[in-house]
Structure formats: C-alpha cells, structure tokens
C-alpha cells in the first residue's frame, strides 16, 4: 500500500458519515526520545488524524504503540520532534511555548483520579476554578452542578477516602469538567476498576459526554470499551507508532451494554482484535503498561 500524503490521510480520517469541522487535528507528528548517550527512540511516526467537535474518538494498541505519549502530545505535556497539533485551526505549539489560549480548551483525567487527600470533593472539582480566581461561592456552586451531573450528588463534603475508586475516577471527570473545556482527553481511566463497575463507568461517561457535547480522545487497552463508547477507534502499531487503521462504529449514541450482543459489534471487536494479533500483540483487553 502507498504511503498516504499528509493532506490525504487527514481527510481521509474525516471521511465518512457525519464528517465536519476538526476541533483536534494533528498533522505529520512525530516523536522521538533521546537517550543520554545519544540513542534516540523512534516512539511516534507520522501521525496524522482529525477529530471532529463532538466526536469520542478512541486509541487502541499493544504495549509500546504511543497511545499515552500522542494523547499527552494533544494536552500539551509532551512537545512534538515535528508535525502540527491544531486546535480549532489554530497551532497548539507557537513558537517556543504553547498557546494558553489553545490549552484553555483541554480537560484532562489520568489513569488515577490524583485528588487531594486534604481537600472535600467539591474542593477537589473546585481547584481549578479556585487557580482561575473565581470567587467562593460561584466555584461551590459549580461544583455542586457537577457532583449532580456525574452521580456524585450528596457526596460534596465527602473526602477521597470515603468513596471507592469508580467514585472518586467521577470525580476526577467532574473535575476536568470544571471550567468547562470542549475537549477531554482520558488516559485509561478505568483501567484498574472491576469489571462491573467499569461498565457502569462506562455508561456514566457517555452521558456525560452526549450531555455535555465535548469532544472525547479516550486510549484503552480494551477493545470491547473503545467500540462500546467511540463514534471511531484509532489502532496504533508499535514502534514506532504509527496509525494502523481507523474503524467507524456506526451504532448511535447512547448505546445501551446490549449493543455489545450485536452481530455488527462483534465484528468490528473481532476485525480489531485479529489486526492486533497481526502486530504481534495480546488480545487488547489487559492493562498494564505506561506507553
């Protein structure tokens, strides 16, 4: 297969049912790691994708593929070697920094929910208003929406210890919701939760996300959760990185864990699965590794 242009592949990522203006667009990114004596590591090459406002795009992949090295690319954690990272349009990188403007838009949640031991829930979801400088009583206030629209409601005063871990990963979601970002970018953040209980977190998220209408780039291990919750799954090859293919889910939102018994999901489970193997990967639906 010939290799697509960078033009081609972007609209070729946009293609299909419903296909409309990228908020997220990353162009030609690479990533390479230089060690101390000079060995460089290849961990992305020419990563090219668009994402559309308001769609939950998923990664996928075996160990060493990128999935969490591109995601902390789109935050802005991680600078590209090259390539662009567009957000709205607008280059995420300008010149030697990040837009702050661009960086407005992003909420983040990492594979653990990282809240603060000392502070309430509604002072945890209420920090990153608090470093805005919004006033007391407007920040509690929002916090309490919040608390309402991720299932947390009458558990404001409660502190980290007191709730188990699904709760406290809602948290953490309500949290990157504060100041209302368009964009929410997931690292794995139901991966150490029991099986039942990430299916209910599963649900939860899309609400949340078809309520709120954010634009979602969620990574997993697991295949079944990427098809169930995505409108695409992204599958990464590993090293270097690189976009192996791009699998529409065609199935409307919200989905219902029925769906999952679906000859059609199936298929798109199965198609997935038997494309890992051929990387030479497991069966997709482990955890495990920082990549």
Same mark, same amino acid.
């Given at each position: 297969?010939?290799?697509?242009?960078?033009?081609?592949?972007?609209?070729?990522?946009?293609?299909?049912?419903?296909?409309?203006?990228?908020?997220?667009?990353?162009?030609?990114?690479?990533?390479?790691?230089?060690?101390?004596?000079?060995?460089?590591?290849?961990?992305?090459?020419?990563?090219?994708?668009?994402? *559309? +406002? !308001? #769609?939950?795009?998923? @990664? &996928? /992949?075996?160990? =060493?593929?990128? $999935?969490?090295?591109?995601?902390?690319?789109?935050?802005?954690?991680?600078?590209?070697?090259?390539?662009?990272?567009?957000?709205?349009?607008?280059?995420?990188?300008?010149?030697?920094?990040?837009?702050?403007?661009?960086?407005?838009?992003?909420?983040?949640?990492?594979?653990?929910?990282?809240?603060?031991?000392?502070?309430?829930?509604?002072?945890?979801?209420?920090?990153?208003?608090?470093?805005?400088?919004?006033?007391?009583?407007?920040?509690?206030? *929002? +916090? !309490? #929406?919040?608390?309402? @629209? &991720? /299932?947390?409601? =009458?558990?404001? $005063?409660?502190?980290?210890?007191?709730?188990?871990?699904?709760?406290?990963?809602?948290?953490?979601?309500?949290?990157?919701?504060?100041?209302?970002?368009?964009?929410?970018?997931?690292?794995?953040?139901?991966?150490?939760?029991?099986?039942?209980?990430?299916?209910?977190?599963?649900?939860?998220?899309?609400?949340?996300?078809?309520?709120?209408?954010?634009?979602?780039?969620?990574?997993?291990?697991?295949?079944?959760?990427?098809?169930?919750?995505?409108? *695409?799954?992204?599958?990464?090859?590993?090293?270097? /990185?690189?976009?192996?293919?791009?699998?529409?889910?065609?199935?409307?939102?919200?989905?219902?864990?029925?769906?999952?018994?679906?000859?059609?999901?199936?298929?798109?489970?199965?198609?997935?699965?038997?494309?890992?193997?051929?990387?030479?990967?497991?069966?997709?639906?482990?955890?495990?590794?920082?990549?």
């Amino acid at each position: 297969m010939s290799k697509l242009s960078d033009t081609a592949r972007v609209a070729e990522s946009l293609a299909g049912p419903g296909a409309g203006t990228a908020e997220l667009e990353l162009r030609d990114v690479d990533k390479i790691y230089k060690g101390r004596r000079g060995a460089a590591t290849e961990a992305l090459r020419g990563i090219s994708l668009a994402v *559309r +406002a !308001g #769609e939950f795009v998923s @990664l &996928v /992949g075996r160990s =060493g593929c990128g $999935k969490t090295t591109l995601l902390r690319i789109l935050a802005g954690l991680v600078t590209p070697s090259s390539g662009h990272v567009l957000i709205g349009g607008n280059d995420l990188w300008k010149g030697s920094g990040r837009d702050p403007a661009a960086l407005e838009k992003f909420g983040m949640v990492f594979q653990e929910a990282n809240l603060f031991p000392w502070f309430s829930i509604e002072d945890n979801i209420a920090l990153p208003l608090k470093l805005r400088g919004m006033d007391k009583r407007r920040r509690r206030a *929002r +916090a !309490g #929406e919040l608390c309402e @629209l &991720v /299932g947390l409601g =009458g558990f404001e $005063k409660a502190y980290p210890r007191e709730l188990s871990g699904g709760m406290r990963q809602r948290a953490a979601i309500a949290r990157a919701l504060s100041y209302d970002p368009s964009i929410l970018l997931m690292d794995e953040p139901f991966g150490a939760l029991d099986a039942l209980t990430r299916d209910r977190m599963n649900l939860e998220l899309q609400r949340i996300s078809v309520v709120t209408g954010a634009t979602v780039v969620f990574v997993t291990h697991s295949i079944t959760e990427a098809v169930f919750l995505s409108d *695409r799954v992204v599958l990464l090859s590993p090293r270097p /990185g690189r976009i192996r293919s791009v699998t529409p889910v065609g199935f409307p939102r919200p989905r219902s864990l029925d769906v999952e018994g679906e000859p059609g999901f199936q298929e798109i489970v199965r198609r997935l699965r038997r494309e890992l193997d051929e990387d030479g990967g497991e069966d997709g639906d482990g955890a495990g590794e920082e990549d």
